[in-house]
């Protein structure tokens, strides 16, 4: 006889990045699913890794990460931010924002508390709270600009909120909070005890001069938040999960227990790097407008399609209805689209928790010019 699993997540399956990934490369598919930009990251920063490597940075970081870098980005959040955040107390390195978000979770959730999530939703938030042993109360964000209806938010809390989990600029719709939805957050929580945690892991890619409205920015809200960032996103390289988690002292504390047991410490040579790379501002300052340009030619040439694409302040997405096109199901039409036009998206509905389908796919545009250009020849024909 053998032990068998009484799983702790029985309704999760195998996450739709890796279905459509994995059917793309079976298909030779053009992949706008997964988000990952398909064009190199900065030579230069990628020899700060090799020299850190050959100048013998191999072993153990610290627990929290590498000191220098967390003095690197303190100072880059009070430039951006005008919020001073303590490196040593405050800042944690991670191996990715998914980890981030997760570990956060890990340190505040007892069994019963209750968390409120957006949906669409990334799709970790859900499991995350779920092994914790919590509950997601789920609010749909408002079709089709996506905004979040804040009395429907209001009316959610009970005295088992315990937090709400934010993400601007959104993944999968590219919507993006503004100042005033920021301060309907604050009317809510304040004289509460419910934690934020903000997904900021698209904090550099925002278009159309949006500012990013950083939980950093409002320090008495940061007091009760763990904000989530992600060196992949800011610096074209997906596959180096490597992120951090910024919080108040208290917050930190609680995190790093669940982080020091877990990971405990990150990839040194890159954190080394990046100490060194962070000092170019115009590395991550630039980034808006480049990818901004990613997402106008993309828009351009779905012009030639019966594809109504919705708007994309930010992020690597932008998510388009097919009403014209067919009434499938969104899953069946992006296997079939992967299988037959040759071009992997991501059905939207893959991020409720009911599956909800407004007919909607998630592209990614984070890609070269050829790319989307044989994307949209294809995607033209249907
Ligand atoms: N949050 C959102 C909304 C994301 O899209 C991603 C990207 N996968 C992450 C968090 C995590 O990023 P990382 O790859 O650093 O774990
Ligand atoms: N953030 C990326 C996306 O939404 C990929 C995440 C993943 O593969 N786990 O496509």
Redesign the pocket.
Known sequence: MFPTINSKLPHVGT?I??VMSGLATEYKAVNL????PDFPMSEELTALVNEAMRNGFNQYAPMPGWVPLRESLAEKMEFLYQTKVNPDTEITITPGG?YAIYSAFTAILQPGDEVIVFEPA?D?YIPNIGINGAKAITINLVYPDYHIDWIAVQNAITPKTKAIIINSPH??TGSVLEEKDIQELKNIVTGTNIFIISDEVYEHLIFDHIPHQSILRYPDLWQRSFVCFSFGKTYNC?GWKLGYCVAPVALTKEFRKVHQFNAFSCFTPTQVALTAFLKNKDAYLGLGSFMQEKRDYFKDLMRETRFSLHESFGSYFICGSYERISDEPDKDLAIRLTKEAGVAT?PVSAFYHDEKDDNVLRF?FSKKKETLERAVERLSKL
């Open positions: 996450t990045f890796t699913g997964q988000g990952f998914t990334y970790s993944n999968p997906t991501i990614c």
